[in-house]
Nanobody
Framework: VQLVESGGGSVQAGGSLRLSCQVS????????MAWFRQAPGKEREKIAN???????WHTNSVKGRFIISRDNGANTLYLQMNNLQLEDTGTYFC??????????????RGQGTQVTVSS
C-alpha cells in the first residue's frame, strides 16, 4: 500500500489549497480514509475522514472550511481547504484504515505534505 500526498505549499491567510493523495495497492472507495495534520510543536490530529459509504466527518476547527472527498475512478483522496488560517499551518498526512468503517483509520499513512499559511 502506498499513499502519496501532493498539493501543499505556501498561501496567505484566507487563501485556498487542494491536497491530493494518490493511493496504490489499496482501494480508496472500499476503506475509511482520513486526513491528519501535525502543527509545529503539537501532536498529530485527525481533521477529517470518509468511510466506504461516503459519509464524512470533519473536526470542528475545520468544519465549514475544509471538505474531504474522493475520486473512486482515480483512487485518490482529496482535501479542499478554503479560508486558510495561520493555525492551519502544518504537515498534512493522508491515511487509510483496514475496514470500510472508520476505526484504526491511520493503519496506512503517507509521507505528508507541508502547508504554510502566512499573514
Amino acid at each position: 500500500v502506498q499513499l502519496v500526498e501532493s498539493g501543499g505549499g505556501s498561501v496567505q491567510a484566507g487563501g485556498s489549497l487542494r491536497l491530493s493523495c494518490q493511493v496504490s495497492g489499496y482501494t480508496v472507495k472500499d476503506h475509511c480514509m482520513a486526513w491528519f495534520r501535525q502543527a509545529p510543536g503539537k501532536e498529530r490530529e485527525k481533521i477529517a475522514n470518509i468511510n466506504s459509504a461516503a459519509t464524512t466527518w470533519h473536526t470542528n476547527s475545520v468544519k465549514g472550511r475544509f471538505i474531504i472527498s474522493r475520486d473512486n475512478g482515480a483512487n485518490t483522496l482529496y482535501l479542499q481547504m478554503n479560508n486558510l488560517q495561520l493555525e492551519d499551518t502544518g504537515t498534512y498526512f493522508c491515511a487509510g484504515g483496514p475496514w470500510g468503517y472508520c476505526k484504526d483509520d491511520d493503519s496506512y499513512r503517507g509521507q505528508g505534505t507541508q502547508v504554510t499559511v502566512s499573514s
